[in-house]
């Protein structure tokens, strides 16, 4: 029996207002065999948001709970909230040969970059610093206080972009989209996991010369 291929991991995180949620709602749209990585919170539950869809929404001290146990590959306290992601279920999903969409903030995004030895990273950014403002501003879930700290935060977070992979400047969201998914393209096509498409192909060629075959 053949192991399964193991999956793709693409890690999605940018500052406070960029878009990133959006984004990666619709790339699921449009790849439907893509996986959600559905994080652990403490927040609580926003308008429509399901339990085990969206996040999975714990108390501090389930959280807490988990924590003490190793459950979590990164975890960060952002905002007041803590957010974590599960080593077991993402290692389930990508063993199992499923892809994976992990949407994270940006230092949980380097967590997971150092603590593994896979997935693309890829940061989402606004066409400037004005357009966060101005969408964070239309949001209006935050006071000035907040959108000044969401905005000094977003430029230490753009100054931190070296380690990334790719960089998609969200201006329009269907051509963003379609970035992200060509990202998810292109890694799915990389040589390496094409290396048994590969030797299929030259092993039928084998076989096709003991039919007296020539495939030349
Ligand atoms: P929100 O509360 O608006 O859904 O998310 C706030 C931030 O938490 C977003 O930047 C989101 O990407 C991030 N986030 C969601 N899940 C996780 C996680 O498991 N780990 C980390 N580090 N960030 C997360």
Redo the contacts with the bound molecule.
Sequence with gaps: MTMPKRGVMMVV??P?GAG??TLCRELLKIVPALHF?V???T?PP?HREKNGK??FFVSPEEFERMERRGEFI???E??G?L???SRNDIESVLAGGDDLL????T???K?LKQALNEGIYVFILPPSLQVLEERLRRRGSEDEPSMIRRLECAIDEINDNYWYDYIIFNDKVNVSVSVLQSIYVAEKNRRIRQLDKVAEVIRSKEENRTDGKDYR
């Design positions: 995180s940018a406070s990133k949620t990585s994080s652990y919170t927040r926003r969206d996040y990164e975890r960060e952002i905002f909230n957010y974590g992601t992990l949407d994270v903030d230092r949980g995004a967590n």
